[in-house]
């Protein structure tokens, strides 16, 4: 192959933001830049805009804002989150994440 692929970091966010949605457990994603307990959970439509995508050298960081269900260990669903989001990264963008941070900053009924 002579050409070169380049992954944005929109796409990589709305691959990460799908692939959080999957997990058990996760009721949706929240905005990074939540203000003053204004609180948003944002569907699938909007999906990347709870995923920051930062560097670390040459590889790619991912800090995600979740909202998790009422009931739920929410340490088992975070551990699921990062396992399940550095293999789809590592498969389908074809890259390793230096680091992948979850935030649980809400719980709510599924």
């Known amino acids: ?7 944005t970091e929109g796409a ?10 999957e997990i058990p457990g996760v009721v949706g994603m929240a905005p990074a830049n939540l203000r003053e307990g204004i609180q948003r959970v944002l569907g699938r439509a909007q999906v990347r805009d709870g ?12 800090d995600l804002y979740v909202v ?4 739920v260990s929410i340490p088992t669903v975070a551990q699921n989150i990062v396992e399940r989001v550095e293999h789809i990264v590592k498969t389908q963008a ?3 994440l230096a680091a992948t941070r979850v935030h649980a900053v809400g719980v709510a009924h599924a």
């Open 1 to 7: 192959m002579n050409g070169s692929i380049h992954i």
């Open 12 to 21: 990589l966010a709305s691959l990460i933001g799908l692939t959080a949605h």
């Open 51 to 62: 995923v920051v995508i930062g560097r670390d050298g040459d590889r790619y960081t991912a």
């Open 68 to 71: 998790v269900a009422y009931g």
């Open 94 to 96: 074809g890259t390793e």
